[in-house]
């Protein structure tokens, strides 16, 4: 069992390209999310789908798009990236309420 | 503006030594989880804690759960060096708030030998 796998691991980016973060999960959870991991912020949602269909903004959702494509995938998308979205990217994903999250294993992200 | 709040943010503690991490949330809620981070890796579930007075426990850890406080607590018994690690609790409000869970701000936890 895979549980929520996470593609690319690591990414360099130029100030300006535009990138896409990939997010599966094999465990048939209905909601996905996506958080950003910074030092001293502790983690900040970037936007969510509670369930295939729907998305909503998080906390720090300027700057990125989402799309559920099915129960499975949930993408994010930087479209002109900048320096302040260097971070790790942690995709995780929930059964439903009363359940905890299972994290993949994260992005990490670098835009110069 | 739900809020959840960890102190202490950093914790040195000595091997053998017992402390108490504490996360305080200001909304309603009887869902509570507990995480564990090693430096560059990813989150994995501790604890789960769905109700009131709620206890689990594995090995030298230890969550509670007093939801008419708006408190969680993490035991750490008799520290030992694996425990060293960043300690997330995170809440699962209402669903007025929608379906995700809102973390404090984590706890980096280093056990000297």
């Known amino acids: 069992n895979a549980g929520v796998t ?31 991991q910074d030092p ?14 729907t998305t909503d903004k998080g906390e720090v959702p300027n700057g990125y798009n989402v799309s559920r494509l ?4 949930f993408s994010l998308r930087l479209e002109s990236a900048a320096p302040s979205q260097t971070s790790v990217y942690f995709c995780a994903s929930r059964k439903g309420r009363s359940y905890g999250y299972t994290f993949g294993s994260g992005t990490r992200l670098t835009v110069v | 503006e739900l809020k959840v709040e960890q102190n202490p943010l950093f914790l040195s503690m000595q091997e053998g030594k017992n402390y108490t991490i504490y996360c305080n949330y200001s909304t309603t809620s009887d869902r509570l989880y507990w995480y564990r981070q090693d430096p560059g890796k990813s ?6 804690l769905l109700s009131n007075g709620a206890v689990k426990q594995e ?3 230890m969550a509670s759960l007093d939801t008419k406080a708006r408190l969680s607590t993490l035991h750490i018994t ?4 694996d425990l060293s ?3 997330f609790c995170a809440v699962d409000p209402n669903m ?7 973390f404090g701000a984590g706890t980096i936890l280093r056990v000297k030998s």
């Open chain 2, 96 to 102: 007025e708030y929608g379906n995700k869970l809102v």
């Open chain 1, 6 to 36: 996470q593609t690319p691991k690591f990414q360099v980016l130029k100030t300006g390209q535009s990138m896409t973060l990939q997010c599966a999960q094999d465990m048939n959870h209905n909601s996905m999310y996506w958080y950003r």
């Open chain 2, 85 to 87: 690690a960043t300690y």
């Open chain 2, 43 to 48: 989150l994995e579930s501790l604890f789960v």
């Open chain 1, 40 to 53: 001293g912020m502790g983690l900040r949602l970037i936007y969510y789908s509670a369930s295939e269909g």
């Open chain 2, 78 to 81: 008799a520290a030992v060096h």
């Open chain 1, 70 to 73: 099915n129960k499975r995938e």
């Open chain 2, 59 to 61: 090995g030298r850890l």
